[in-house]
């Protein structure tokens, strides 16, 4: 298999004198970082909130025991 490079060009656009623009890249880099911290605080808290809410109740007082912290009544 062979892969074929495509190069874009700016048509119409002289860039001859002009100082490049990092405001565009650095708002897309931060929007892909939010992004990412978002999906990985989603996971995060998915998969760590019922251990948390277990851990603080077996640290309480009075020690209740497994079957009481996971009984509904």
């Known amino acids: ?13 002289s860039t001859k ?3 490049p623009s990092n405001n565009n890249s650095t708002s897309k880099v931060l929007k892909e970082w939010t992004t990412w ?3 990985k605080a989603k ?3 998915h998969y760590g909130f019922i251990p948390l ?3 603080i109740g077996m640290n309480s007082e ?10 509904p009544v």
Not at 2 to 13: D, E, H, I, P
Not at 62 to 71: E, W
């Open 37 to 39: 911290t978002m999906k």
């Open 53 to 55: 809410i277990i851990f």
């Open 62 to 71: 009075p020690k209740p025991t497994i079957s009481q912290l996971l009984s």
């Open 1 to 13: 298999m062979s892969s074929k490079v495509v190069l874009k060009t700016n048509k119409g656009k």
């Open 17 to 19: 004198g002009s100082k």
């Open 43 to 45: 996971v995060v808290t």
